[in-house]
């Protein structure tokens, strides 16, 4: 199973950006999708944005598209999340997640493996 280790997250003001990463070890990262989740306070964790294990698909939430791009560096294990024009509600913590499943994965219940989450907060 791979391990995903988060970091990047910290406090920008509105319109502000950021670039989150996590890394991967102990697994063949090529072999996995990579999806990025948000959890607000008191909300249900949501789908951010993956990047199929190949990095030939990206599929983005309504609420990030034009703003959020995510990306994976094989060499370096490393998937992004480079987030730009933040907004007070885009306030979570981010999760970075993995997954064997082949197709374009968007449900946690896809996806098998977690990091610890990294906490973003925008600031009005």
């Known amino acids: 199973q791979v391990q995903l280790v988060e970091s990047g997250g910290g406090l920008v003001q509105a319109g502000g950006s950021l670039r989150l990463s996590c890394a991967a070890s102990?697994?063949?990262?090529?072999?996995?999708?990579m999806a990025w989740f948000r959890q607000a306070p008191g909300k249900e964790r949501e789908f951010v944005a993956v990047v199929t294990w190949n990095g030939g698909t990206t599929l983005y939430a309504d609420s990030v598209k034009g703003r959020f791009t995510c990306s994976r560096d094989k060499g370096k294990n490393t998937v992004y999340l480079q987030m730009n024009s933040l907004k007070p509600e885009d306030t979570a913590v981010y999760y970075c997640?993995?997954?064997?499943?082949?197709?374009?994965?968007?449900?946690?219940?896809?996806?098998?493996?977690w990091g610890q989450g990294t906490q973003v907060t925008v600031s009005s």
């Open positions: 102990g697994a063949t990262f090529s072999s996995y999708s």
């Open positions: 997640a993995a997954t064997g499943i082949r197709r374009v994965a968007t449900l946690t219940t896809d996806f098998a493996s």
